[in-house]
């Protein structure tokens, strides 16, 4: 199916610890997102990559790393995990200008990851 | 500070029935959008509506935009219990030449539509 796919789907970990939730993407799209989603739903973006490129880094802790390793795959890495840090994250994509069917920004969502770091 | 607020926070309707939620923004905008998520599930895109259009259908929804008052409401007429979930707008904020994709989305309207 063609899709924004994210894993793991849950991650429970200790405080400290140092976690990575993949995303990858095969609709072809040039850009992708983090977004962060706390427990009261409120959803904020964190970060966009535009074919491997950093476009937004929003102010996100150090802790936090994206990285793209191709257009089709975006990461995140969290270092020193705090209990602040527990929320819902998801990557989304979008096509570029040129890329056909969406110019005006639609974006298309992975299904999360809830990490819960205790 | 967050640019989409929805109003109400949570609503509960009996199918059937009509469900209206608004949607409040702060700057200039290219583009609203409307998404859906359901419980324990990401966004799923709705609905957009351009800056310089007024009102926009796709099937039983219906969208307004008042540039002027910056808002917006999403309309969902004769709702099915299916259609509970969680309603977010999101604004795409004018940057000029810039595109980023940047999208401020607000924390969304509960829906509950009851069988």
């Known amino acids: 199916d063609t899709a924004v796919s994210q894993t793991p789907k849950y991650l429970v970990t200790q405080m400290g610890n140092d976690k990575s939730i993949k995303c990858e993407q095969n609709?072809?799209?040039?850009?992708m997102y983090w977004y962060k989603q706390d427990s009261k739903k409120f959803l904020k973006i964190m970060f966009s990559y535009n074919n491997k490129e950093l476009i937004i880094n929003e102010t996100v802790p150090n802790r936090f790393s994206p990285k793209s390793p191709d257009k089709a795959h975006l990461n995140l890495h969290i270092n020193s995990l705090e209990l602040g840090d527990s929320a819902v994250y998801f990557c989304?994509?979008?096509?570029?200008w040129g890329q056909g069917g969406n110019p005006y920004n639609e974006q298309f969502f992975g299904p999360g990851t809830r990490l819960t770091v205790l | 500070s967050q640019q989409g607020e929805e109003d109400p926070q949570a609503l509960s309707i009996q199918e059937g029935e009509n469900a209206t939620m608004n949607c409040s923004y702060k700057?200039?905008?290219?583009?609203l959008q409307w998404y859906r998520q359901n419980s324990g599930r990401g966004l799923v895109h709705l609905i957009l509506?351009?800056?310089?259009?007024r009102e926009k259908h796709s099937g039983r929804l219906r969208v307004t935009l008042d540039t002027s008052k910056k808002s917006s409401s999403l309309l969902i007429t004769a709702s099915r219990a299916a259609d509970t979930a969680s309603y977010f707008c999101a604004t795409d904020p004018f940057r000029g030449s810039s595109n980023t994709g940047k999208l401020i989305f607000g924390q969304g309207t509960t829906l509950q539509v009851k069988p």
């Open positions: 609709l072809g799209h040039d850009t």
């Open positions: 989304a994509s979008r096509p570029s």
């Open positions: 700057t200039s905008i290219n583009n």
């Open positions: 509506i351009r800056s310089n259009e």
